[in-house]
């Protein structure tokens, strides 16, 4: 692997283990050229998936995207990053084990939306309302109403 900081071609691993939850290999990696240590995640990838969006645009499905717009969600909620991981992890499983390469949006939303109802009710109404383009008070109402927790409070 190339040095990140120098561009030397020859680097060295010095330890590689796997994950917490099994999904990847951690490794510690060393340049002899400018001294520089870095890690890297390798993991596996059953097949490329591509992301149709709503537009019809495709895009190559970006892990890193997803687990910061579910990092948002969970922001200042006793939640942490190993948690986070887990979900992301378990929805890159399912999409590549579904057996087909172009995804569509709205699957991958209803799947974080799955999670972090399991989770945390707080994040999953904020991920909903960004997810479900919220525009007024009233839908984050009819929402709420939804998931059981009534009315917002009027004062």
């Known amino acids: 692997m190339r040095c990140p900081f120098c561009g030397h071609d020859d680097t060295q691993v010095k330890d590689s283990r796997p994950t917490e939850d099994n999904a990847a290999i951690r490794r510690r990696r060393f340049c002899p050229a400018c001294g520089s ?21 495709r895009a190559p499905f970006d892990r890193d995207k997803l687990a910061r717009s579910i990092r948002i969600a969970v922001r200042k909620r006793p939640i942490d990053d190993e948690q986070v991981e887990r979900i992301v992890n378990s929805i890159q499983r399912r999409l590549e084990s579904s057996g087909e390469s172009e995804i569509p949006s709205t699957v ?10 399991n989770l945390d009710k707080v994040a999953y ?19 709420l109403g939804k998931l059981g927790g009534g009315p917002l409070d009027r004062e």
């Open 37 to 57: 240590r870095w890690t890297t995640f390798e993991r596996v990838y059953l097949r490329e998936l591509t992301v149709i969006k709503k537009g019809g645009q």
């Open 108 to 117: 991958i939303g209803e799947l974080v939306m799955d999670a972090l109802a």
């Open 125 to 143: 109404v904020r991920f909903a309302s960004v997810y479900r383009n919220f525009r007024e008070a009233k839908d984050f109402e009819d929402f």
